[in-house]
């Protein structure tokens, strides 16, 4: 027989949150330093780096997430590699978010006006200098309100971890669910806590972006 | 007088537009030479290819003894030789018109931000903006903004200055204000290459006059040429242009 909904409920669920910000920032994080990478690859003068790291974007921005999440939990573990569902989910978040997040950057980076890498070329500045010194510091500002755009779209994706087991927000809810049988109730204070959590970082994205839009009128 | 920069018979094309057809000179130490031309006749392109901004097809280019056309050919070493400025002066705008002089003397010349600075402002005062040092780009009017491009140019020492149109974008108030930079600097012995549409300055100031017509060299000469020129493709230019 099912109870009705505790406070113990509902602090399991505000504990799970931590897990769902927890692999939210190691995605976010790791598929930073992968996305950095790509876009790296992507803008490179060397044609073969330029189509690999193409190739990557195209394949992963094509096959869903949950499908990633299968192959790196499953697909590891069939080879004897048992990792744990943390590490399945943060890997495979972050194989997502390197192809999305390479691609928004370097559309960023490529937005910088031809000019400003002309005048470092002539100032004897390397490549790379070029890019650390004066594209990506003003290629920042561009780059700012869609990377936060795309946190969102992050946060809510993690939800997706629970089918392989992992206890963040959503599985949470669905494991209070099995148990006292409210599914209107507690998803819908499942989608609540997302929203708070979501809704902040849509706002300032949103802002940021009117604020770039004003000064490049 | 040595060559710093010998252009010999270089051709270029953009596609089928081929706009460089056999185009020589020689710029001598200390030189100012102005090139002269209406838009199209490939004096801006000629002026990139110096740099290596632009590749060429065909010739040969050489600059303070570096072979620009070698496909080999150390870039970096060409560009602490030349310095170049452009007519949308393309200074970085997310740095101070101190930092932005700076950039390149730290992180090329790898000099202490002390020594930076002092040159920084050293080369501030010699284009009259010594008390801009902390001002963004955005804050300054065009014509600061072109002396700032100048000197920060400068202030990497280059042995040959290229001035692309660099009083083209500004309004007449505030040309004034660039040649009159560009006429000091020459004044201290720069060698200088600029493509411009200043004739009074270029006949006043030049030490000779490059005239190009349709991707070739149509007449040299010192100012006076200005005043008689010898083919109609000149005197129709300066009619029109006047």
Redo the contacts between chains.
């Keep these: 027989m099912s109870g009705g909904f505790t406070s113990s409920h509902l602090v399991y669920l505000v504990q799970s949150i931590g897990w769902t910000l927890v692999l939210s920032a190691l995605a976010f994080v790791l598929g930073g330093i992968g996305g950095f990478a790509v876009m790296l690859a992507r803008i490179s003068p060397r044609a073969w780096l330029a189509r690999v790291a193409l190739v990557y974007i195209e394949a992963i921005q094509g096959i869903p997430l949950l499908i990633l999440l299968f192959i790196v939990y499953f697909g590891l573990s069939v080879y004897g590699y048992q990792v744990p569902a943390l590490v399945a989910a943060g890997l495979a978040l972050m194989i997502y978010s390197s192809a999305y997040l390479g691609d928004i950057w370097r559309g960023c980076i490529e937005a910088m006006p031809k ?2 890498w ?2 470092s ?6 490549r790379w ?1 070029t890019l650390r ?2 594209i990506i ?2 290629a920042m500002r561009l780059a700012l309100p869609p990377t936060v755009g795309f946190l969102v779209q992050l946060i809510k994706m993690t939800s997706l971890a629970s089918v392989i087991g992992f206890i963040e927000l959503t599985r949470a809810g669905q494991i209070i669910n099995n148990s006292i049988f409210q599914p209107f109730l507690i998803f819908g204070l499942v989608g609540a806590f997302y929203f708070v959590l979501c809704y902040p970082l849509s706002r300032w994205s949103q802002s940021m972006e009117n604020k770039l839009n004003v000064s490049n009128r | 007088m040595s060559a710093i920069v010998k252009v010999g018979d270089i051709h270029k094309s953009f596609g089928s537009n081929h706009v460089l057809k056999g185009v020589s000179f020689e710029v001598n130490k200390g030189e100012m030479i102005a090139v002269i031309g209406a838009s199209g006749s490939g004096k801006s392109t000629a002026l990139r290819c110096i740099d290596r901004l632009e590749t060429i097809d065909q010739g040969q280019i050489e600059v303070c003894g570096i072979r620009v056309d070698d496909p080999k050919v150390d870039l970096h070493l060409l560009r602490r030789e030349v310095g170049i400025v452009f007519q949308s002066y393309n200074l970085f705008p997310h740095l101070t018109v101190e930092e932005n002089i700076m950039l390149a003397l730290r992180h090329v010349k790898k000099m202490s931000r002390d020594e930076a600075r002092r040159i920084a402002m050293n080369v501030l005062e010699q284009v009259g903006l010594g008390q801009k040092a902390d001002a963004y780009p955005e804050q300054l009017s065009g014509g600061q903004q072109q002396r700032v491009a100048i000197a920060r140019s400068l202030a990497m020492s280059p042995k040959v200055m290229l001035f692309d149109e660099v009083t083209s974008a500004l309004d007449p108030q505030l040309t004034g204000e660039v040649l009159r930079v560009m006429e000091d600097l020459a004044a201290d012995g720069m060698t200088m290459l600029l493509v411009t549409h200043e004739m009074a300055f270029a006949k006043r100031v030049a030490d000779r006059i490059i005239y190009m017509h349709q991707g070739k060299v149509w007449e040299v000469g010192d100012g006076s040429m200005l005043d008689a020129p010898r083919t109609p493709e000149l005197r129709a230019f300066l009619d029109n242009g006047l």
């Design positions: 000019p400003q002309e005048a070329e002539c100032l004897s500045l390397t200098q010194l004066v510091p003003q």
